[in-house]
């Protein structure tokens, strides 16, 4: 297949955020257009996968990175909900009303919990220009997920023409709380067109996202495909397959800090991290950790998540090999956030450690709870250090020592705008449209990208305002055509990125700290005392974005509103 040549996007900034407007390309590009696929991870550290450091066997993940381009400092919106809605909008997400989380609707604006309807998702965008569109996986940018209620903001009604996934967050692997396809709450059991032998969520994303490829190839031959392939893996709970887990029998029997030192220097031999920046301090002492066979079989699972997730990704590929659509499709690889640091099923509790067996779900009784308290099968879900996690019958996270390993080199978590909370792998591969390969990236880039990315391959047209560039240039080797900063603000937490340098806040009331980031990404030297003027530059910066994009007043709905002004608002 003949190399796509490159090709170019003209953005006509008419608003105070920009104005994408792509157009009709000329007579040289090329006459089909790609496949558009953007497969995203779920709680996913930056060091996890195989071609960012981590020991995790990702082949698939891998191959793709070393036939293309992999960003090094690309970045999400630090947690799942507002992440999801910037990468279907373009837009930052209190402009996309996902400021903090869905199932949790105010009335302030910015903060409504659900996804704006103001501008068109890139389903919509990339239906309009002719592609047919999919989607498995995680929804989570609506409050209205219950079966019988609104779905106005359902995949379908968003642009989507097929749907298999869960609305709601995910829940168990294997019997994910509300389970859809199209429009109709499923079960794993009464589910008409998949039947696998033994039921996992992961397996089921990636299933269907292969079925998808074929049917299409079969069906809609000479239409290109745009596909959102969103994975809950590896978001708590632990739960994989024993087959998988077993691969990583004893990997971790020796603690945090051998894992994070071995990732630390692969990602330096990588050129991914300078060699000179300073690994930010462990966190946690294995030796106090009282129950570590417990402790290292979470990082066990953990990494079978994450494995399993691969070998879906492998499907995929296999699928659009067959199909003969992979040479000409443009592959996207992902995470949503940072490593999880949440304690989620870390303690014992004593109802679940002494319930009993009650009667098994009806096969047509679909799952409304993510944290449920029995098995489809009856039996009670247990968690704490009392039960080894893995099974259905678990529920359990993997903790924050192991998050910071995921996090290598970086300092914090989900939530937090530290790097170690907004820094994400992306991968794009794109046999006939880039020439690349093994690349790396070094420009930031942000979630709010992918839109505007799609457009531009796809030769679609998006008239709506959007915060997003095309990352297409890149691909070429080429500046991105970024004229402004990026923005981030997640339950007060605060930063802008500015070339070099990044201005970070924690919590709404914390002092802004200033980091170089090419001479310490890591985030260790605070340079916001020594060069006041650029701080008060960078902050007005902020606070004019703020003001501008429905973030303002701060809130922290964790505790209560950050500033007083919040609790006069509409």
């Known amino acids: 297949m003949k190399r796509l040549k490159s090709t170019l996007v003209m953005l006509a900034v008419t608003s105070a955020m920009g104005l994408l407007n792509v157009a009709t390309r000329a007579a040289d590009a090329p006459a089909k257009r790609p496949n558009v696929i953007i497969m995203l991870a779920d709680d996913m550290g930056y060091s996890d996968i195989g071609c960012y450091g981590g020991e995790i066997d990702t082949p698939n993940i891998d191959k793709l990175a070393s036939e293309g381009v992999r960003f090094s400092e690309f970045y999400n919106c630090a947690r799942c909900c507002p992440t999801r809605a910037s990468l279907l909008?373009?837009?930052?997400?209190?402009?996309?009303?996902?400021?903090?989380?869905?199932?949790?609707?105010?009335?302030?604006?910015?903060?409504?919990?659900?996804?704006?309807?103001?501008?068109?998702?890139?389903?919509?965008?990339?239906?309009?220009?002719?592609?047919?569109?999919?989607?498995?996986?995680?929804?989570?940018?609506?409050?209205?997920?219950?079966?019988?209620?609104?779905?106005?903001?359902?995949?379908?009604?968003?642009?989507?023409?097929?749907?298999?996934?869960?609305?709601?967050?995910?829940?168990?692997?294997?019997?994910?709380?509300?389970?859809?396809?199209?429009?109709?709450?499923?079960?794993?059991?009464?589910?008409?067109?998949?039947?696998?032998?033994?039921?996992?969520?992961?397996?089921?994303?990636?299933?269907?996202?292969?079925?998808?490829?074929?049917?299409?190839?079969?069906?809609?031959?000479?239409?290109?495909?745009?596909?959102?392939?969103?994975?809950?893996?590896?978001?708590?709970?632990?739960?994989?397959?024993?087959?998988?887990?077993?691969?990583?029998?004893?990997?971790?029997?020796?603690?945090?800090?051998?894992?994070?030192?071995?990732?630390?220097?692969?990602?330096?031999?990588?050129?991914?991290?300078?060699?000179?920046?300073?690994?930010?301090p462990q966190w946690g002492e294995w030796d106090s950790v009282e129950h570590k066979a417990w402790e290292a079989r979470c990082m066990e699972v953990y990494a079978a998540q994450v494995d399993r997730m691969d070998q879906n990704v492998g499907k995929i590929v296999a699928a659009l090999k067959q199909a003969g659509e992979y040479d000409n499709t443009l592959l996207l690889f992902l995470s949503d956030n940072g490593g999880c640091a949440e304690n989620m099923g870390r303690d014992v509790h004593e109802d679940r450690a002494k319930a009993a067996a009650t009667q098994p779900m009806k096969p047509d009784e679909v799952e409304l709870d993510v944290f449920p308290k029995f098995t489809r099968e009856g039996k009670p879900v247990r968690d704490g250090y009392i039960v080894m996690p893995g099974p259905a019958d678990t529920f359990i996270a993997y903790g924050q020592g192991w998050a910071?390993?995921?996090?290598?080199?970086?300092?914090?978590?989900?939530?937090?705008?530290?790097?170690?909370?907004?820094?994400?792998?992306?991968?794009?591969?794109?046999?006939?449209?880039?020439?690349?390969?093994?690349?790396?990236?070094?420009?930031?880039?942000?979630?709010?990208?992918?839109?505007?990315?799609?457009?531009?391959?796809?030769?679609?047209?998006?008239?709506?305002?959007?915060?997003?560039?095309?990352?297409?240039?890149?691909?070429?080797?080429?500046?991105?055509?970024?004229?402004?900063?990026?923005?981030?603000?997640?339950e007060g937490n605060r930063a802008v990125r500015e070339d070099k340098w990044k201005l970070v806040a924690t919590g709404a009331d914390g002092e802004w700290e200033l980091y170089d980031m090419d001479a310490d990404r890591t985030e260790m030297h605070d340079l916001a005392g020594a060069q006041p003027e650029r701080v008060k530059t960078m902050a007005a910066a902020w606070e004019s974005w703020a003001a501008a994009n429905k973030v303002l007043p701060l809130q922290d709905f964790e505790k209560k509103p950050a500033k007083k002004q919040a609790a006069q608002a509409p």
Do not use: C
Not at 106 to 126: C, N
Not at 432 to 458: F, K, M, N, W, Y
């Open 89 to 280: 909008t373009g837009l930052y997400p209190h402009e996309a009303g996902m400021g903090w989380m869905a199932g949790h609707p105010t009335k302030i604006p910015g903060y409504e919990a659900e996804l704006t309807h103001d501008s068109p998702t890139i389903a919509e965008v990339m239906k309009s220009a002719g592609y047919a569109t999919y989607m498995t996986g995680k929804w989570h940018v609506t409050s209205h997920m219950a079966p019988r209620g609104p779905k106005g903001n359902w995949p379908l009604q968003r642009g989507f023409e097929h749907y298999y996934g869960s609305i709601k967050g995910g829940g168990s692997y294997y019997d994910p709380a509300t389970l859809t396809r199209q429009n109709k709450p499923i079960t794993p059991d009464d589910d008409p067109d998949y039947h696998p032998e033994h039921y996992y969520y992961t397996d089921a994303i990636g299933d269907q996202a292969s079925r998808y490829i074929k049917e299409h190839h079969e069906q809609d031959e000479g239409k290109p495909m745009f596909m959102y392939v969103a994975f809950t893996s590896p978001h708590w709970p632990a739960q994989a397959p024993e087959e998988t887990i077993a691969k990583y029998k004893g990997k971790y029997d020796g603690g945090y800090e051998p894992i994070r030192q071995a990732r630390f220097e692969r990602m330096k031999k990588l050129g991914l991290i300078a060699a000179d920046w300073q690994l930010t």
């Open 404 to 490: 910071n390993v995921s996090n290598t080199p970086f300092k914090e978590y989900k939530h937090w705008v530290h790097e170690g909370g907004i820094s994400t792998p992306l991968i794009a591969h794109w046999p006939a449209g880039i020439s690349r390969q093994g690349v790396i990236e070094t420009q930031p880039g942000h979630v709010v990208d992918l839109l505007a990315t799609a457009a531009d391959v796809g030769q679609a047209k998006d008239d709506k305002p959007i915060d997003g560039v095309s990352l297409a240039p890149a691909f070429a080797g080429k500046p991105l055509n970024r004229s402004k900063p990026i923005f981030w603000e997640h």
